[in-house]
């Protein structure tokens, strides 16, 4: 039988994105503006049912733009969760700011609220007083919403939510992404959905979505010539790629449902396997669009199976699975630079990895990955 490889998370096109490409080519907008950059970003505002959104090339820009609007300058400390993606803490570099990261709780993966307020206290003590707390919602899972927001208030620190791996997700019903002072999303290739690369930041006005444009744009200040008076980036979403968004919102709720389906298969195999447990949300307050499902494997388990055996198992077997997301605190760029809290993203990242959960992907495949467990455990 022919084997194909299966990805953890590839693209998967709905169909209409060629169409809005072609529309791009047959009225010239081939630029980064024109008429699908309007409409994708009029599709993710009616989705989100609040904020403005402006979409842009990547969600590190997003991010970057994101600690700009919030008024992040060199020297200043910016408090971020440890566990993510670089995406999250590079932007914080760009701007000669300080990051300052954070540990995670065991539910969620994602800040934790006891760590936080001990690096702001001690941080507000050593005459720091933070200027962002950079929060993530892991794999799709929201963070702490409620105890997040209380501290930010108390301490009078804003949030820079970044939602680039849970566009779909919401808490107490309300969509990810707007939760934030400033929220981000990221269209990357391996997102839930993608433009091929691209981004997008969400902001509560009008005349902040404006802002972030015109920084995105060369801040092109109003005069007939090229006038500056801010340093400027190019930062905006090509209408190309913004066709394929377009094309992309009219699938992202099956998509969802996919990776939710996805997610339930995983939970049910692995409910009776001792020493494996699938992250889930804590509870119904929580709702996730399950971008990655991710197991731990503990590493005293009957099978005697570890987390790296896992993975090459699954290799031999043309099956991509990556670890966790290596803490930042961890990682050489970061080696100076101070952290709250304990072991648990240490921990995680020892035991975790994410399994394939594409929306496109069969059950032919996913009964392909159950056997490789099945064989590990004899
Ligand atoms: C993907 C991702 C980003 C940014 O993504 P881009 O590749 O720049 O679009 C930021 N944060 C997290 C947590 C991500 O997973």
Not at 118 to 143: N, R, S, T
Request: hydrophobic share 40%; charged share 20%; with cysteine.
């Amino acid at each position: 039988m022919q084997k194909n490889k299966i990805w953890l998370s590839p693209p998967h096109m709905g169909g209409n994105e060629q169409q809005y490409i072609q529309e791009a080519f047959d009225t010239n907008w081939i630029a980064p503006i024109g008429p699908n950059i309007d409409f994708f970003e009029q599709s993710l505002e009616h989705y989100l049912g609040s904020g403005y959104v402006a979409a842009l090339n990547s969600g590190t820009a997003a991010i970057h733009l994101g600690l700009i609007l919030l008024g992040v300058q060199s020297g200043d400390t910016v408090l971020c969760q440890s566990m993510t993606f670089s995406a999250s803490a590079n932007p914080i570099l760009y701007q000669g700011a300080i990051p300052v990261f954070i540990d995670s709780e065991a539910e969620t993966w994602n800040l934790c609220p006891i760590a936080l307020e001990e690096a702001i206290i001690d941080q507000i003590k050593k005459g720091k007083k933070p200027k962002a707390i950079i929060a993530v919602h892991l794999y799709g899972i929201p963070y702490n919403i409620d105890a997040i927001r209380v501290l930010a208030d108390i301490y009078g620190i804003p949030i820079l939510e970044d939602s680039a791996e849970a566009l779909g997700s919401s808490y107490k019903g309300q969509k990810c992404g707007t939760f934030g002072d400033i929220g981000i999303f990221s269209f990357n290739g391996s997102k839930i959905i993608t433009t091929s690369g691209g981004g997008a930041i969400v902001t509560n006005s009008a005349a902040l979505k404006k802002k972030a444009i015109f920084y995105a744009t060369q801040s092109k200040e109003d005069a007939i010539h090229y006038e500056h008076s801010k340093i400027g980036y190019t930062y905006r979403m090509s209408n190309v790629c913004a066709g394929i968004g377009r094309g992309q919102m009219e699938v992202l709720e099956k998509h969802l449902e996919s990776r939710r389906r996805i997610h339930q298969f995983y939970a049910v195999f692995f409910e009776g396997i001792a020493g494996i447990t699938v992250h889930a949300v804590p509870d119904d307050r929580y709702f996730s669009n399950y971008w990655l499902t991710a197991i731990l494997i503990d590493p005293i388990n009957p099978y005697q199976m570890t987390r790296d055996q896992v993975m090459h198992a699954l290799t031999e077997e043309d099956i991509e699975s990556r670890p966790l997301w290596k803490p930042m605190h961890l990682q050489p760029l970061f080696k100076e630079n101070a952290y709250y809290g304990h072991a648990v993203a240490a921990t995680l990242f020892e035991q975790g990895l994410c399994l394939p959960s594409g929306s496109n992907l069969s059950d032919e495949a996913l009964n392909r990955i159950k056997g490789v467990f099945l064989q590990l455990m004899g």
